[in-house]
């Protein structure tokens, strides 16, 4: 099992960085062809809602990408440190109007996540979330003489 893992500050211009190099691992990795330009767009969304989660709770840690290589899949972990809280709990710091967009833009994105990718769990709490989500792949042919 082969990992790579990418960590980039919470700035929007590097989201198509993180597309980009997702793509590359997942072709390698053996995803099928047609499937990669789904892999780049929900990696775009995973990575686009960290970084928003991230400027929105003020946190200058880094976003977390692992695109994980197994035996028949291959997986990519898209984590960010933003705290959750409870429904009806308030985020110090947020207003009741921001955080109600906020919820619905998050919502938003998860589904087009949900959309693109069979495979996918999202976790959150209040060290932050993460979103695996899994391809198949093929193994390469075998080379014959």
Do not use: Y
């Not at 899949?73 to 308030?90: H, K, L, M, N, Q």
Request: charged share 25%; glycine share 8%; with cysteine.
């Amino acid at each position: 099992m082969a990992t790579v893992e990418l960590r980039f500050s919470a700035l929007p211009e590097h989201v198509r960085t993180a597309r980009l190099v997702a793509a590359a691992v997942a072709r390698r990795a053996g995803v099928d062809e047609a499937v990669l330009d789904e892999v780049r767009l929900a990696v775009g969304e995973a990575c686009t809602r960290a970084v928003g989660l991230h400027q929105s709770s003020g946190i200058s840690a880094p976003v977390r990408v692992l695109l994980i290589e197994e035996e028949k899949s291959f997986s990519i972990e898209v984590g960010d440190e933003a705290p959750r809280t409870a429904p009806g709990e308030s985020v110090p710091g947020v207003s009741s109007g921001d955080s109600d967009a906020e919820t619905e833009e998050d919502e938003m994105g998860l589904a087009v996540i949900s959309g693109l990718v069979d495979d996918v769990e999202v976790t959150a709490g209040e060290n932050g979330g993460l979103i695996r989500m899994s391809w198949p792949t093929t193994p390469p042919a075998a080379l014959t003489f």
